[in-house]
């Protein structure tokens, strides 16, 4: 029986499982994870779509990872997944991020769907994830011609 999605319970089991199998966790999951889909941002660029996910279609990654995380968030998807010996806790939440590729700026999405007792911690998820967006472009400013010894981590 489908749902809401367009997918039964057991094709949304069997694409959890095979996601979770594919990059290796299988266990000690934390209150977060994030699935992020990517893509770029740019103004007046014919190759801009080349930027994006390929594996999206040249688009961008994040209506993959809003429906993967509403899938791996489903109570019945989790007790299926326990019976395979893949077993989430409960207070495990996945949330759908996009990762923008030309500013490496991570925005979470459907935090409405966040559970209240995980709120509080997504302003400092989010500020972390702000920090790391910050490092990189600091990192790669020599790449650009920029003279590290002339800029600081927030304007680079």
């Known amino acids: 029986m489908a749902d809401g999605i ?7 089991v069997n ?8 990059i290796g966790l299988t266990e ?4 977060f994870v994030l ?6 941002s740019s103004e007046n660029n014919p190759y801009e779509s080349a930027l994006d996910c390929g594996a999206c279609g040249g688009n961008h990654g994040l209506v993959s990872a ?7 968030n489903k109570p019945q998807v989790r ?11 409960d207070d495990t939440t ?15 999405h459907d935090l409405d769907l966040v559970p209240a007792s995980h709120l509080m911690y997504i302003d400092r998820l989010n500020s972390g994830l702000a920090s ?5 472009a600091y990192e790669r400013a020599p790449s650009l011609a920029f003279n590290p010894n002339e800029i600081t981590t927030p304007a680079a």
């Open 6 to 12: 367009g997918f039964t319970v057991d094709e949304q």
């Open 132 to 136: 790391a967006a910050r490092l990189c």
């Open 15 to 22: 694409y959890v499982t095979q996601a979770l199998n594919s």
């Open 94 to 108: 996945f949330v759908p991020a996009f990762h923008n590729t030309t500013s490496d700026e991570v925005v979470l």
């Open 66 to 72: 809003r429906v993967l995380a509403q899938m791996a």
């Open 35 to 40: 699935l992020v889909g990517h893509g770029s």
């Open 79 to 89: 007790r299926q997944l326990v019976q395979q010996g893949l077993d989430i806790p």
């Open 28 to 31: 000690q999951f934390s209150r």
